[in-house]
């Protein structure tokens, strides 16, 4: 970290205007840092969106209130009928991945949960 006085405007990077918007998919951040990533994560959580894709992994932020809509009956049948990738990052996007790759490789699938204690993991995964 560098003391507030010494920081210089060529240490300073302008920030690509994708950034400063959010995206879905991190994977397509211009800047792809831990800045632009939290910012990104920052962004989307405001309004709401506590799921974000980084390619095939789905981050999510604990959003401490209950969120309508979020895991009822009718975002259980949307995304069951498409496909990972065509509707908004959420848990049972890749729910429905996993269950459609049993079928279609017939191989079995394993979903890593992984963060901190107290984050909503164990809530999240009776969801699906």
């Not at 962004?43 to 999510?60: E, F, P």
């Not at 209950?66 to 259980?76: F, R």
Request: glycine share 6%; hydrophobic share 35%.
């Amino acid at each position: 970290m560098y003391p507030r006085n010494s920081l210089s405007r060529d240490l300073v990077l302008s920030m690509h205007q994708n950034n400063r918007e959010g995206v879905e998919d991190m994977s397509l951040l211009s800047d792809l840092h831990e800045a632009a990533i939290m910012l990104n994560l920052h962004l989307r959580y405001q309004q709401d969106k506590i799921y974000t894709n980084i390619g095939s992994i789905l981050a999510s932020v604990n959003p401490y209130k209950q969120i309508a809509g979020l895991y009822d009956e009718s975002a259980v049948d949307m995304y069951s009928r498409h496909h990972f990738g065509e509707l908004p990052p959420h848990i049972f996007a890749i729910a429905n991945e996993c269950y459609r790759c049993l079928w279609k490789r017939h191989d079995s699938q394993c979903v890593l949960i992984s963060g901190e204690s107290g984050a909503g993991k164990t809530e999240r995964a009776r969801s699906c």
